[in-house]
């Protein structure tokens, strides 16, 4: 039903396979444009983005010091005094039930 086809990468302007099993693997997904990039474009691009969306904001850290081992550490939140902040092997701890 599918062949392999030869495409040409927006990015390189190299030559790559859509091969076969990807244009079923389209398919079977509902995708109906086929890839404008070769894998490493892709792969750079992903890379490139963080690995999230293209409009995905960058996470602000905050200081914040450990309520039950007193080490520094960071959250990202803003931390308000009235409420503990655990660092990570602590909150790990308590959401275990240690």
């Known amino acids: 039903m ?22 079923e693997f389209y398919a079977e997904k ?12 892709r792969a750079n691009r992903r890379v490139n983005r963080g690995g999230g969306g293209a409009n995905r904001p960058v996470r602000e850290l905050h200081p914040a010091v450990c309520a039950s081992c007193g080490v520094e550490t ?5 931390p308000v005094s009235n409420r503990p902040v655990y660092c990570r092997e602590c909150f790990a701890k308590n959401q275990s039930g240690q």
């Open 74 to 78: 960071e959250v990202p939140f803003r």
């Open 30 to 41: 509902g995708f109906e444009n086929e890839p404008t990039r070769c894998r490493d474009c």
């Open 2 to 23: 599918f062949e392999d086809k030869v495409l040409q990468c927006r990015d390189c302007g190299n030559e790559f396979v859509f091969t076969a099993g990807e244009q």
